[in-house]
């Protein structure tokens, strides 16, 4: 989906630059399991809360995506970051879901260290690459 004049608007210059300099798909109105296709993660940025630590995940996403081996990222638009919240048991915001093929395998809440990324997130796009879930409990409890 196209990333529109008014969402960019709404959304932090650092998100907006994730999808406009960086070219991250906008995925807003997808179901889950029509993302892109590859290992992704995708960035839930909190739409509508302004909260402190979206402009900074947005800042190390790119670098995340390259360390762990992705395809690249893609950001969630109001209505994805919805379903994904329902479909994770309501993670909390903002969050990394790693996509493979667009569904879901694992997610990691909130601002992280740099190592305690790598080391949470690594996991995830291991069982993505392999095509398996990491957990049969909900991704937001086991993974948060």
Do not use: K
Not at 22 to 42: F, I, N, S
Not at 91 to 112: E, F, K, T
């Amino acid at each position: 989906m196209t990333l529109t004049r008014s969402d960019a608007a709404a959304l932090h210059p650092l998100v907006a630059r994730l999808i406009e300099v960086q070219g991250y798909p906008w995925l807003d109105g997808e179901t889950v399991g029509e993302g892109p296709a590859g290992v992704r993660l995708l960035f839930l940025p909190a739409h509508g809360r302004g909260h402190v630590e979206t402009p900074d995940i947005a800042v190390v996403l790119p670098e995340l995506a390259v360390a762990l081996g992705t395809d690249g990222g893609a950001v969630a638009g109001p209505a994805c970051e919805r379903q994904l919240r329902e479909a994770l048991g309501g993670i909390a915001l903002p969050a990394i879901v790693v996509l493979r093929d667009g569904a879901p395998v694992g997610s990691l809440s909130r601002m992280r260290d740099w190592d305690e990324f790598l080391d949470r997130l690594a996991p995830l796009v291991a069982a993505a690459r392999e095509g398996s879930s990491l957990a049969a409990t909900p991704l937001s409890t086991a993974l948060s």
